[in-house]
C-alpha cells in the first residue's frame, strides 16, 4: 500500500523567504508523485509531479520539488515566497497499475508580509 | 482548456434530504472520483468509477452512493442527508495509464447540511 506523510500542518514564512514542505512517501514499488495546490474555496491544481527520469522537477509558480529515493522523500521548495503563494499543499503517490491517487494531510502555507 | 465541472459551489440541504452532487469531464478520461476533504484529514476517497457504470467503494463510502451512465458524468449522492456529512466535496478525472498521470479537479462543492 502506499501512503504520504507531510510534516507539518502549518507553515508559515516571511514574504520573499524560502519555502520549504515536507512530504515523505511509502511505497514497496517504484512510486509517481505530486504535489498540488488548493487557493481558498477552489478545487485542486497541479503544481509538478515526478515520474521516471530527472529528479529534480520543476513546476509552475517557480516551485520545485526533488525526488530522493534514499530518503523516501519530495519535498516542495520555493527559493523567495510571494503573498500569492498562501494556500494549501498536498503530496500525492501513485503506482503502476493504481486508479487512484493517495494524498498527504495538507500543509497550510501562511506568507507573512 | 480541460476541465472538470461540478453543478454547484455552495449548497444548504436539510437533514433527511436525498442530495445530488454532480460532475461532468471533458477529457473523455476513464476515471472519475469522489473525494471529501475536512480540515486535519486532507482528502478522503468515497467512491471511483474506472467506466460507465463501473464504481468501486474508497475509504469512507458509508452514506454515499454514486452513479456514472455516461462517460463524462459522475453522480454522487446522499441519500439522508446528515449534519456529519457537511464538509467540502470534490470530483476528479484522470486517465488510468500507468499510474503517472495526473489527477484533474474540479472547483468544489461545499456542503452544509442543517
Known amino acids: 500500500a502506499q501512503s504520504v506523510t507531510q510534516l507539518g500542518s502549518h507553515v508559515s514564512v516571511s514574504e520573499g523567504a524560502l519555502v520549504l514542505l515536507r512530504c515523505n512517501y511509502s511505497s514497496s514499488v517504484p512510486p509517481y508523485l505530486f504535489w498540488y495546490v488548493q487557493y481558498p474555496n477552489q478545487g485542486l491544481q497541479l503544481l509538478l509531479k515526478y515520474t521516471t527520469g530527472a529528479t529534480l522537477v520543476k513546476g509552475i509558480n517557480g516551485f520545485e520539488a526533488e525526488f530522493k529515493k534514499s530518503e523516501t522523500s519530495f519535498h516542495l521548495t520555493k527559493p523567495s515566497a510571494h503573498m500569492s503563494d498562501a494556500a494549501e499543499y498536498f503530496c500525492a503517490v501513485s503506482v503502476t497499475g493504481a486508479n487512484n491517487l493517495f494524498f498527504g494531510t495538507g500543509t497550510r502555507l501562511t506568507v507573512i508580509p | 482548456d480541460v476541465k472538470v465541472t461540478q453543478s454547484s459551489r455552495y449548497l444548504v440541504k436539510r437533514t433527511g434530504e436525498k442530495v445530488f452532487l454532480e460532475c461532468v469531464q471533458d477529457m473523455d478520461h476513464e476515471n472519475m472520483f469522489w473525494y471529501r476533504q475536512d480540515p486535519g484529514l486532507g482528502l478522503r476517497l468515497i467512491y471511483f468509477?474506472?467506466?460507465?457504470?463501473?464504481?468501486e467503494k474508497g475509504d469512507i463510502p458509508e452514506g454515499y452512493s454514486v452513479s456514472r451512465e455516461k462517460k463524462e458524468r459522475f453522480s454522487l449522492i446522499l441519500e439522508s442527508a446528515s449534519t456529519n456529512q457537511t464538509s467540502m466535496y470534490l470530483c476528479?478525472?484522470?486517465?488510468?495509464?500507468?499510474?503517472?498521470?495526473?489527477?484533474?479537479f474540479g472547483q468544489g462543492t461545499r456542503l452544509t447540511v442543517v
Open positions: 476528479a478525472s484522470r486517465r488510468p495509464q500507468g499510474g503517472n498521470t495526473e489527477a484533474f
Open positions: 468509477s474506472y467506466d460507465v457504470k463501473m464504481k
